[in-house]
Structures are given as structure tokens and as C-alpha cells.
């Protein structure tokens, strides 16, 4: 019986780590312009004020707007990960528009109409992101 159940276990072990990822197999859900709705992390935590109010992002590029105006547009891949979350990765030149450009790899959360960044290191800077409706 024990044979069974570590069989068993490691059966779904395998396909779980087969398992393909939402977010970066189908960039469908991901695709589209997210409002900013806050910027958290930093040395105190209380993020920083941000110099753009919405994101949008396209099949491969990506858009940071203020005031419904592009101030920046870069490209992006999608990197899946089954080790960890799957990640955004600005490819890029950074530039002075907005220090979200400086950290290029950030992990993705997407659950339908939130959608939160963050920078796996230095600062940690969370970016949350709520779906705009048109």
C-alpha cells in the first residue's frame, strides 16, 4: 500500500511540474492596458511615486502611460517557470522614464482582472495592477 501511495505521489509530482502555465503559454489573460494601483516595497516599504498610471501590454511590447499618453514603449517576454512564479522580463533598454524599467525579470501574478509585478530583488518593488475596462 505504501508502494502505491509513493507512486502515486510521484506520478503527481511529474505531471504537476508538466503542467503548462497559464499566464505565459496563452499571453491572452495577460494582454490588454492594466490601471496602476499601487507601488509597494522599497527600504520602508511605502514604495515610490510612480511617473506612469497605467501599463498595456501587447502580444510583445508593452506600454507605460500617464494621463492616457505613452511615455515608454519596450518589449517583453513571458518566462515559464515551475520552479517559481512565471516571470515578465523587460528586454528592453532601461531607460529615465520610470525605475519599474531598471529590474527587468519580474514575477507575474494574474488571477483575471488583478495583476501584480514584482522584482525579485534589491528593493522588492510590488507593482498591482487592476484590469481597465476599456
Do not use: H
Amino acid at each position: 500500500m505504501k508502494n502505491t501511495i509513493f507512486i502515486l505521489a510521484i506520478a503527481c509530482l511529474a505531471w504537476a511540474s508538466c503542467e503548462k502555465s497559464a499566464v505565459t503559454d496563452d499571453a491572452t489573460g495577460f494582454k490588454g492596458t492594466w490601471n496602476l494601483l499601487a507601488v509597494t516595497g522599497g527600504l520602508a516599504g511605502q514604495g515610490y511615486p510612480a511617473k506612469f498610471d497605467a501599463m498595456r501590454i501587447n502580444e510583445t511590447t508593452f506600454d507605460l502611460l500617464k494621463d492616457k499618453s505613452v511615455i515608454f514603449t519596450g518589449d517583453y517576454t513571458l518566462v515559464p517557470s515551475t520552479a517559481q512564479a512565471d516571470s515578465f522580463k523587460i528586454t528592453s533598454t532601461p531607460t529615465a522614464a520610470d525605475f519599474f524599467l531598471n529590474i527587468s525579470a519580474k514575477k507575474i501574478e494574474l488571477n483575471k482582472d488583478n495583476l501584480v509585478l514584482t522584482e525579485p530583488c534589491c528593493d522588492l518593488f510590488t507593482y498591482e495592477f487592476s484590469r481597465s475596462v476599456n
